[in-house]
C-alpha cells in the first residue's frame, strides 16, 4: 500500500511540475535528495557499527545479561504465561533493552528470535494452526472440536483456524506475541539514537536536545502500552 502512496505523490509532483513549467526543478530537487539519502545512509551506517559495537561489547562483558536478569521481574508481570526459563524470555529481554537504548537494528534480531520462541510455545501447548504440517497431534484436533463442537471439514478456535478441505493453516498471534509486539513498538528509549543521528545531519544546532522530550513521550507511550496490555489481557481471562 505504501508503494501506491508514494508513487501517487511522486506522480502528482511530475504532473504539477510540468503544468506550473517547472520540470528543472522538480529534477534538480531529485537529484539532491538522491545524493542526500546516499549521505544519511552513510551517516546512520556509522552510527549503527558505533552502537552494536557497544552492545556486542555489553554482550560480551556480562552486562546485557545482569540487565536481562534485572528486568525478569517485569517479563514476569508482563508474560505470566510463559513458562520460567523459556527461551522466549531471554530474546523478549535482551529486545526490550536495546530498545531502550536506542538500538533499533540490535533489537530486530532478538524480536524474530523471540517470535520464533512464542510460535514454538504455541506448538507446545497444542495450538492447531501452530502444529507443524503432516503432524498427527491428537491432543490439537481433541482442543478444537471441544471449542468448536464442528467436524473436521471446518474448524475454528480463537487462537488460530485450520481448515483441511483447502489445506490451510491460518494463525492468529497469540496473546504473548500481541503483548510483545505492542511493547516493542511503544519502544521506551532513554538514548534516542536514530533521531540524534537525523538531526545531527540536516544541521542541528543541538543534535541531543530531544533526548528529554524523547524520554518522556516513549515513557508515556510505553505505560499506556502495558495498561492496554494488562486489561486487554484481564477481559480476555474473563
Known amino acids: 500500500m505504501l508503494n501506491y502512496i508514494w508513487a501517487f505523490m511522486i506522480l502528482i509532483g511530475v504532473v504539477y ?17 538522491a545524493g542526500d539519502a546516499v549521505s544519511l545512509c552513510i551517516t546512520m551506517i556509522g552510527v549503527m557499527a558505533l ?3 557497544l552492545m556486542e561489547i555489553a554482550q560480551k562483558s556480562g ?8 528486568i525478569q521481574p517485569f517479563i514476569r508481570f508482563l508474560f505470566p504465561r510463559i513458562p520460567e526459563g523459556h527461551p522466549a524470555r531471554e530474546y523478549i529481554a535482551t529486545n526490550l533493552i536495546a530498545n531502550v537504548l536506542g538500538l533499533g537494528w540490535a ?5 524474530l528470535k523471540a517470535m ?15 502444529v507443524q504440517e503432516g503432524r498427527n497431534d491428537k ?10 463442537g464442528k467436524g473436521r471439514g471446518s474448524m475454528t478456535d480463537v487462537s488460530g483456524v485450520v481448515d483441511e478441505r483447502r489445506g490451510k493453516r491460518e494463525r492468529v498471534a497469540s496473546n504473548e506475541m500481541c503483548t510483545f509486539l505492542i511493547l516493542n513498538i511503544s519502544s521506551l528509549q532513554l538514548i534516542p539514537v536514530n533521531m540524534i543521528a537525523y538531526r545531527q545531519q540536516y544541521g542541528s544546532v543541538n543534535p541531543a536536545g530531544i533526548i528529554g522530550p524523547a524520554i518522556l513521550a ?12 494488562k486489561v486487554k489481557d484481564r477481559k480476555r481471562r474473563v
Do not use: Q
Not at 17 to 33: P, Q
Not at 123 to 129: L, M, V, W, Y
Not at 139 to 148: D, F, P
Not at 221 to 227: E, N
Open 107 to 111: 533489537c530486530t534480531p532478538a524480536g
Open 51 to 53: 552502537w552494536v559495537g
Open 17 to 33: 511540475g510540468a503544468i506550473a513549467g517547472k520540470m528543472a526543478e522538480v529534477t534538480n530537487a531529485a537529484l539532491d535528495s
Open 218 to 229: 516513549t515513557f508515556i507511550s510505553t505505560l499506556t502500552a502495558v495498561v492496554y496490555c
Open 116 to 130: 520464533e520462541e512464542l510460535a514454538k510455545l504455541e506448538e507446545e501447548r497444542g495450538t492447531p494452526a501452530y
Open 63 to 70: 552486562l546485557i545479561a545482569k540487565l536481562t536478569r534485572g
Open 139 to 148: 491432543r490439537s484436533w481433541e482442543a478444537v472440536e471441544g471449542v468448536v
